[in-house]
């Protein structure tokens, strides 16, 4: 049994930050890539950023230099610090946990809003 759970979503105007937090609730040991991806409306999903192991990470260009994802102490922890935000990054943020080795297994969280808009 894997939850995922985020927090963190909101309205902020251009310009300003948000912090978006996602906690996996698991007995797994195997969480090995935790990463966000972003809705905008209208729009399919796609990847924001990720993060396998503590330090390799990936993101897309559109928020490369404004995002950073990092990983809890726990492990079980990540964050994506969104600075200089934009109205095109308004949509639903999810979390997203991938377990297992030879086949992985990917969990999502239900989603947090964020509202970017002046």
């Known amino acids: 049994q894997v939850q995922v759970v985020e927090s963190g979503g909101g309205l902020v105007q251009p310009g300003g930050s948000l912090r978006l937090s996602c906690v996996v609730s698991?007995?797994?040991?195997?969480?090995?890539?935790m990463g966000w991806y972003h809705q905008a409306p209208g729009k399919q999903r796609e990847m924001v950023a990720s993060?396998?192991?503590?330090?390799?990470?990936n993101y897309v260009d559109s928020v490369k230099g404004r995002f950073t994802i990092s990983r809890g102490n726990t492990g079980n922890t990540v964050y994506l610090q969104m600075n200089n935000l934009k109205p095109e990054d308004t949509g639903v943020y999810y979390c997203?946990?991938?377990?297992?080795?030879?086949?992985?297994?990917?969990?999502w969280g239900h989603g947090t809003q964020v509202t970017v808009s002046s």
């Open positions: 698991t007995s797994r040991t195997d969480i090995r890539v």
């Open positions: 997203i946990a991938q377990a297992g080795w030879s086949t992985l297994q990917t969990y």
């Open positions: 993060i396998a192991g503590s330090a390799s990470t």
